[in-house]
């Protein structure tokens, strides 16, 4: 198994930027693909970001342009970057793990848009 930890939420103010992080338990070179989920409250998970193996990402259209996804192998952890916060951004942010035939999640990471 692989052990998922998120942190880096918090508290921002519309317009402003946060960076998730996603620090994995294990090696994470070889991982089929790495994403950043969210979830408002009363709404469903919704995929925001992922990066693949090779290293292409894809993004969200709420969140093109806004954000960023990347991974660090050498500190095992994966990252979004969030510019230009709005309050439809808001809630629990997961990271999940594609490994193989197998998923991992993580705790969630809460994100407050509010001024």
């Known amino acids: 198994q692989v052990q998922l930890m998120e942190s880096g939420g918090g508290l921002v103010q519309p317009g402003g930027s946060l960076r998730l992080s996603c620090a994995a338990s294990r090696s994470i070179d070889s991982i089929t693909s790495m994403a950043w989920y969210r979830q408002a409250p009363g709404k469903q998970r919704e995929l925001v970001a992922v990066?693949?193996?090779?290293?292409?990402?894809t993004f969200a259209d709420s969140v093109k342009g806004r954000c960023t996804i990347s991974r660090d192998n050498a500190k095992n952890t994966l990252y979004l970057q969030m510019n230009s916060l709005k309050s439809e951004d808001a809630g629990m942010y997961y990271c999940?793990?594609?490994?193989?035939?197998?998923?991992?999640w993580g705790q969630g990471t809460q994100v407050t848009v509010s001024s």
């Open positions: 990066i693949i193996s090779g290293g292409s990402t």
């Open positions: 999940r793990a594609l490994f193989r035939y197998e998923v991992y």
